[in-house]
């Protein structure tokens, strides 16, 4: 390859680089990035120590109308079901925080899935806790060793 071509392929990443995420960062103001692109998700959700591995987990709790003591857990992968797995931990970081708010259309959407998931039952909210988890490996078995919740807040499902 002559240097000539090597400059001109370096100048084009030089330019087009910033380009890609400014536009990426524009577009995902609207809507989602753009994909495939240079920038990947991050990996926040896991830390690894040399004896320990610490996951943040998001869990979900539907609570029914009836008995405020009933809490049902959901798996967030049945909750929104379709959702790639390598993106869900950060589509729950991004959208499941105590400042979020809900609209109607959104705690409808919850209790359609609720009565997808449990027909029948009727749920008034949907408690979310937010924790780490702790497993230790010891050769080929993994064992639970904590599980600390950090934050916990509840979506009504009445819509007004």
Known sequence: MQPKTIKRIFL???IYLPIQYALVGVIGL????????FVFPGF????ATE???EIDEARFFAITNNDQ??????????????????????FLRSNFNKQKEFSDEAKQWFR?????????QSFSSLSVEWGVVTYRQEGSSVSLID???TETFTISLDTE
Not at 30 to 37: L, Q
């Open 12 to 14: 084009f990443f030089i």
């Open 30 to 37: 609207n809507g989602s990035e753009p994909w495939p692109a």
């Open 44 to 47: 926040k959700s896991v830390f």
């Open 51 to 53: 004896d320990n591995v």
């Open 69 to 90: 003591q009933k809490r049902t857990e959901i798996a967030p992968s049945h909750l929104f079901e379709g959702l790639p797995a390598s993106q869900l931990q950060g």
């Open 112 to 120: 359609d899935q609720l009565e997808r998931l449990y027909p029948g």
């Open 147 to 149: 599980r600390e919740t």
